[in-house]
T-cell receptor
């Protein structure tokens, strides 16, 4: 069965410091992975997906199949990055539903 | 995103009561989902629906039922609520045909407390 692990429930960094939110997955095939974000008093929304190889709000995430990881990184954290971040793995079968990790609450301190 | 709405936003009920949570969307998406969110557990899928005639169980469907009354409406029912169903419930939609890799769009959530 597929599984997504986010080992850090809470993560605090200072403004301007680099930040890395860890995500590991277990899946035997070729995964499709996503990062979703929930800012305070806002809805959960897609941040980025690995197939797009995009950088959103300065965040990037690289799929490492050898380490089965999809860590989210940003070189210089901003206070507005404070939010709950969820890593998600898409079931590649016909159902295509998402399996979410338990989430990491990021706090960027001034 | 006001395109996905949930009612009620908050509900307190007693053990044994029947509860219905409703979700409506104006995005024209064919797929709809119900999740529950518990602290430390993230989001877990309860049920999902590909269209009006296609309902599927998710990871934690026991104690829940759903109804897809129309493409735009997907309701979640707790036939006899119990305290461990206290959680934040999210509805989501997606449209695989246009979004490709199943980006999901979430409602604001319903906070349910079962006493």
């Amino acid at each position: 069965a597929q599984r997504v692990t986010q080992p850090e429930k809470l993560l605090s960094v200072f403004k301007g410091a680099p930040v890395e939110l860890k995500c590991n997955y277990s899946y035997s095939g070729s995964p499709e992975l996503f990062w979703y974000v929930q800012y305070s008093r806002q809805r959960l929304q897609l941040l980025l997906r690995h197939i797009s190889r995009e950088s959103i709000k300065g965040f990037t995430a690289d799929l490492n199949k050898g380490e089965t990881s999809f860590h989210l990184k940003k070189p210089f954290a901003q206070e507005e990055d404070s939010a709950m971040y969820y890593c998600a793995l898409q079931n590649p079968g016909s159902a295509r539903q998402l399996t979410f990790g338990s989430g990491t609450q990021l706090t960027v301190l001034p | 995103d006001a395109d996905v709405t949930q009612t009620p936003r908050n509900r307190i009920t007693k053990t044994g009561k029947r509860i219905m949570l409703e979700c409506s969307q104006t995005k024209g998406h064919d797929r709809m989902y119900w999740y529950r969110q518990d602290p430390g557990l993230g989001l877990r899928l309860i049920y999902y629906s590909f269209d009006v005639k296609d309902i599927n169980k998710g990871e934690i469907s026991d104690g829940y039922s759903v109804s897809r009354q129309a493409q735009a409406k997907f309701s979640l029912s707790l036939e006899s609520a119990i305290p461990n169903q206290t959680a934040l419930y999210f509805c989501a939609t997606s449209d695989l045909q246009t979004s490709g890799s199943n980006e999901q769009f979430f409602g604001p959530g319903t906070r349910l407390t079962v006493l």
